[in-house]
Structures are given as structure tokens and as C-alpha cells.
């Protein structure tokens, strides 16, 4: 690694041609050995001219011998810092070597353990294709000529290296140009980084899970049926085992059935819907088929159908996990591989985790469902007690018309009959008491025409909606003077099923009643009208509106008949209901009903 030796030979070689060139003896012995006779041409010159000459000659002999000494010096400083650099180098933790020709010329103890050999096996034996991977060698072959031929300095990069068992590791090394016996080398460092990049390829191998995880998440948040979602489920399931198959089979107590529902990877046409509870256990199946095949102990019922479909589908290997909600069996998730191979745990918790979201999402559209039918039923129930309540209203209606409206109305008549026949013979001042009830007996006719009309209007049977809506809004701008009504009717009777009538009545009725109420509005507009199949109710009045919101919560709170019960009748007789206000801008309230 030094240089000196090398220096002080040729600084000698150097000292003796110059001597021979002058003719001067090279040593003593040489002296003694042979008598030095001048040549013609010395004895021509003077003798100051030789003595100059003889003390230039020294001058440069005492320059020599001092550079001597001085390169001695740096050879010893050489060596001494040789010995330092291999103290430190063959106890360092990263591998150090020194490559000249394609061979390593030195190599530290860590350099040596790094790619498996010792360093006497490596040195002068042995090169860098040695020690890397078939696949890396141009690359690093091409790096080498580069730094040797001078088109590069330094360079630092990773490949894949080979130890002396085969084994592949990866390798980063940082390496330099250097002059090492006076021609072109390379020196450099080198880390083993296996364990660095397993751990990379780990970390990405779990954010890929993890986003996977993630999209799958959002995607079961999405309007899908449920078929659609295990689908997808199983996909991921693909996806995150790396596996060539898989299936989800869903269970059904009352049937004592686990069919297929979705699969990925296998004959959707031959799994979906088949009964694997009802497969016959195939006895063919080899011994490393067993070992590899995992399933839950819960699952012995469906051993003879797995494996069957471990076979049918040119499966080697296979893993089942439970879909389950706390206790409650739902079904099974499986996933196989056309390899042998053994799935890990992580990778059994990652099929249970899908498995827990299949079981959740399963368990929410059943409940959805459940939900839908109890919410069925609600709706029937209370169609069938909108539609009780307004028979009562009817019936009550007509009972006040045809009892006590003719009733009251008889005696009204009777009473004016007495009066006009004992206003003969009977002084008037004994007929006042009589005649005061005819107003008040006539107030009291009024008043149950009015409650009747407000139970039902006779109206609505007999002219039908269109002339009922119509007296409706004459009676409320006789009522309420100061509010402007303008109404706009743009459909035929025979346009508005019969159904939709009694509701369209009862929603101008609430809204004329909260106009007249809440509104200090100055005019309202009444629209009913048809328009692309749709039959729409509209009334819009100009006065302070309010929080719908508020409203709304204060209405949930009491259950009054307000702009909830509302909404409610509307869409218990298949319509929409929209309400669209804000303080200091007005009301609009827009009831439809499309076609059935």
C-alpha cells in the first residue's frame, strides 16, 4: 500500500548512472578495486574547472542523499499508516476492498464475512463476478470499467450480491478511483442491506394491504347490493393473499344450507348457489393437499365439500376462515392457490378481517331488509289508519250533517212555526225569548256545516277535487280578507287518482291554516298541475318564512299535524314532499306524485 521501497531503489539506480556517467567511482570498494585515469579531454581542462566540477558532483550527491532520507521518511510514515489503515479496516462494521484487473487485492474481515468467504480465499482468487448475482453483474461490471477507464470519480449504488452458500443478498457499496502500484484500481465500501430492504418491501407490502384495506372500506360505503359487495370482497381477498381463487359461502339457518354467493378466480357458473353441505367428501386428495389446506375446527361440516373443490378446481392448497358476528355463524370465507404453499398467520388475519367486514356488511343488509319490511309495514299500517280516519271523519262528517245538522236545523224550523202561530193570539213582548234562539239555533247549524265540511267535505264526493280546492280557497279569502289568493288549476279531474285526493285536500288545508297563522304574508299562490306524468301541488306565499330545520324538530317533538304530517301523508300515498323557505323570504311547499 506503499511506495517507499520502490522510490529509494530507483532514487539509487538514478545516483549510479550519474556517477558512471561522470566516471566517478560508484563506491569505496570500487575505488580500491580501480585506479582512475583521466581521459584526454579532463586533462585538458584546468585545474579550477575540476574542482568547480568535483564540488557541483557533491552538491548533488548531499542533494541525494538527503532526498534518501527524506523518502526513508515518508516510507516509514507509509508503512506506519498502512499498518493504522488495517487496524481500523479489519474492525470495521461495513466491508472495505481494494479491486484491481478484476481481482480483489485486499479485502477486511468484514468485507469477507459480508459476501461468505475468508479473506484468504478472496484475495488474489477471487473477483467481484464472484460475489454478485448473474442477473446484477453487467451493471456492475460496466460501474467498474467506468471508474478504472476514469469516466467516473466515485459511485454509489445497490445491487444484488451472492455469497459462497448461493445465498442472494442484497449489497450497497460506495466506490472510488485510486492509483495503487502505479496503475488504475478501485477502493471502496460495501453493506449488507438485506434486512434494510426486506424490511422496505415489508413496510410497502403493508401500505399496499392498507390501502387496499382502505379503498375496499369506502367502496362497501357505497350504494351496492349485496351480492356486489361480497363480490368485491372477495376480489380483495384475491388481492391481498396473493391467491388464485376464492369464494364466500353465506349460511341460512332455517334451509341448514351454506350456498355459494360470490367467487373470484373459479366457475362462477358451478359455485354460485351450490350447497356445499350437500358435496361428497372426495377421497383422492394427497397427503400435502391436507397439510396445506387450513381450516377452522368449526368447519369439519364443510371438510368434504372444500376439499372436493380444492380438486375440481386444480387447487394445491387452500385456507377458510369464519364469517361470523360475535356468535352467529353467517358462513365461510375461502381462498386457495394452485401451489403447495403454507398460508402465514398474518395472512389468516388479513382473510378474517375481510371475513369480519363480509360478516358486517351481511348483517347490515339484513338488518336493511328487516328494516325495509318493518318500515313496509309501517307504511301500510298507517295507509290503513290515514285511510280508518278519514272513514271516521266521513262518517262523523255525515252523522253531524244527516243527525244533529237536520236535527238542529228541525228545530229551528219548528220554533219559527210556534212563533208565527202565537203571534196571533200571543203578545210579542212574551215571544222575544223565542224569537232570540232562532239566531243562535241557526249559529249552531253553521257551526256543525262547518265542522262537517272541515271533517269532510260533502263537496269532495259530490263535485269532486277540483271544485272542493275551489271552495276551499273561496272560503279562506272570505275568512282572511287582507290575504290575496290566486290559484291556478291546469288538469282534469279524471288526471288525479282517488287515492291523491283526500291528501291533496288535507295538505292546501294545513298549508292555507299556517299561512293565516304564521305567515303575515299579503298573498299566496296555488298551483295544481300536471307535467311529465307528475301531478304537483304548489303553494308559495310571500310573507317572513322560517327555520325549516327548527320547525321541523319542534314538530317531531309535539306530533302535531303540521308540515311533518305533512310530508308524512305524502309519501305514505307515493308522493315527494319538499319544503323550500328561509326568514324574511317566503314559503314554498311542492307536493308530487308521479305515475304508479
Not at 84 to 95: A, P
Not at 258 to 273: E, K, T
Not at 359 to 370: F, G
Not at 474 to 490: C, L, Q, S, Y
Request: aromatic share 4%; net charge neutral.
Amino acid at each position: 500500500m506503499y511506495a517507499g521501497p520502490q522510490v529509494l531503489a530507483a532514487c539509487k539506480i538514478g545516483t549510479q548512472a550519474i556517477l558512471m556517467e561522470l566516471d566517478l567511482p560508484i563506491d569505496a570498494k570500487a575505488q580500491r578495486s580501480k585506479r582512475w585515469t583521466p581521459k584526454m579531454e579532463d586533462m585538458r581542462k584546468t585545474k579550477r574547472e575540476l574542482v568547480d566540477e568535483l564540488v557541483l558532483l557533491r552538491r548533488r550527491l548531499a542533494q541525494m542523499q538527503e532526498a534518501e532520507l527524506e523518502l526513508q521518511t515518508v516510507a516509514k510514515a507509509l508503512r506506519q499508516s498502512e499498518t493504522q489503515f488495517r487496524k481500523i479496516t479489519e474492525k470495521s462494521i461495513v466491508g472495505v476492498y481494494l479491486i484491481q484487473d478484476m481481482v480483489f487485492k485486499y479485502v477486511n474481515p468484514k468485507m469477507a464475512e459480508i459476501v461468505g468467504y475468508t479473506v484468504e480465499q478472496l484475495v488474489d482468487k477471487k473477483g467481484p463476478e464472484d460475489v454478485v448475482a448473474d442477473e446484477d453483474w453487467p451493471l456492475v461490471r460496466e460501474n467498474l470499467r467506468k471508474r478504472v477507464a476514469g469516466e467516473m470519480e466515485s459511485i454509489n449504488y445497490s445491487f444484488m450480491g451472492k455469497k459462497g452458500t448461493g445465498e442472494i443478498v442484497h449489497l450497497e457499496v460506495y466506490g472510488s478511483r485510486m492509483e495503487y502500484q502505479g496503475r488504475p484500481a478501485v477502493i471502496g465500501t460495501i453493506l449488507d442491506v438485506t434486512q434494510r430492504v426486506r424490511a422496505e418491501r415489508e413496510l410497502e407490502t403493508q401500505l399496499k394491504r392498507f390501502q387496499t384495506l382502505y379503498h375496499l372500506a369506502v367502496t362497501m360505503t357505497a350504494e351496492h347490493s349485496l351480492a356486489e359487495n361480497l363480490r368485491i370482497l372477495v376480489e380483495t381477498s384475491l388481492e391481498l393473499l396473493e391467491a388464485d381463487t376464492a369464494f364466500i359461502a353465506v349460511r341460512d339457518e332455517k334451509a341448514g344450507t351454506l350456498h355459494v354467493c360470490a367467487c373470484a378466480g373459479m366457475d362462477s357458473q358451478i359455485l354460485l348457489g351450490l350447497d356445499l353441505l350437500q358435496m361428497p367428501r372426495n377421497a383422492a386428495l394427497t397427503g400435502p393437499l391436507r397439510k396445506t389446506c387450513r381450516l377452522e375446527e368449526n368447519f369439519e361440516e364443510l371438510k368434504g365439500a372444500w376439499e372436493h373443490q380444492l380438486c375440481v378446481q386444480g387447487l394445491s392448497s387452500g385456507i377458510a376462515v369464519p364469517v361470523r358476528v360475535k356468535e352467529t355463524e353467517l358462513g365461510v370465507l375461502c381462498a386457495g392457490s394452485r401451489l403447495e404453499r403454507s398460508f402465514a398467520d398474518s395472512q389468516k388475519d388479513l382473510l378474517s378481517l375481510v371475513g369480519n367486514m363480509a360478516a358486517l356488511e351481511i348483517n347490515r343488509k339484513q338488518a336493511e331488509e328487516a328494516l325495509a319490511q318493518s318500515e313496509d309495514q309501517l307504511r301500510l299500517l298507517s295507509r290503513q289508519l290515514l285511510k280508518v280516519q278519514e272513514d271516521d271523519r266521513k262518517r262523523v262528517a255525515q252523522d253531524l250533517h244527516d243527525g244533529i245538522g237536520q236535527s238542529v236545523t228541525a228545530m229551528k224550523f219548528k220554533v219559527e212555526n210556534v212563533i208565527r202561530r202565537a203571534s196571533e193570539s200571543v203578545p210579542k213582548k212574551h215571544l222575544a225569548p223565542l224569537k232570540s234562539l232562532i239566531p243562535m239555533i241557526q249559529e249552531v247549524v253553521e257551526e256543525v256545516g262547518r265542522i262537517a265540511m272541515d271533517l269532510r267535505p260533502s263537496i269532495l264526493d259530490d263535485l269532486g277535487i277540483l271544485a272542493t280546492l275551489a271552495w276551499l280557497c273561496r272560503e279562506f279569502g272570505r275568512t282572511h280578507p287582507h290575504i290575496k289568493v290566486k290559484k291556478n288549476f291546469e288538469l282534469e279531474e279524471s288526471q288525479i287518482p282517488e287515492h291523491q285526493k283526500i291528501v291533496i285536500f288535507r295538505i292546501l288545508q294545513e298549508a292555507l291554516n299556517n299561512v293565516a297563522k304564521h305567515s303575515q304574508a299579503k298573498s299566496v299562490y296555488i298551483s295544481l298541475r300536471r307535467q311529465d306524468g307528475v301531478n304537483e301541488l304548489m303553494i308559495h306565499d310571500d310573507g317572513v318564512g322560517f327555520d325549516w330545520d327548527s320547525v321541523r324538530s319542534a314538530e317531531s317533538r309535539s306530533r302535531g299535524f303540521g308540515l311533518a304530517s305533512m310530508k308524512e301523508r305524502t309519501q305514505l300515498s307515493g308522493g315527494s314532499f319538499t319544503v323550500k323557505t328561509r326568514r324574511g323570504a317566503g314559503t314554498m311547499i311542492a307536493a308530487c306524485w308521479g305515475d304508479r
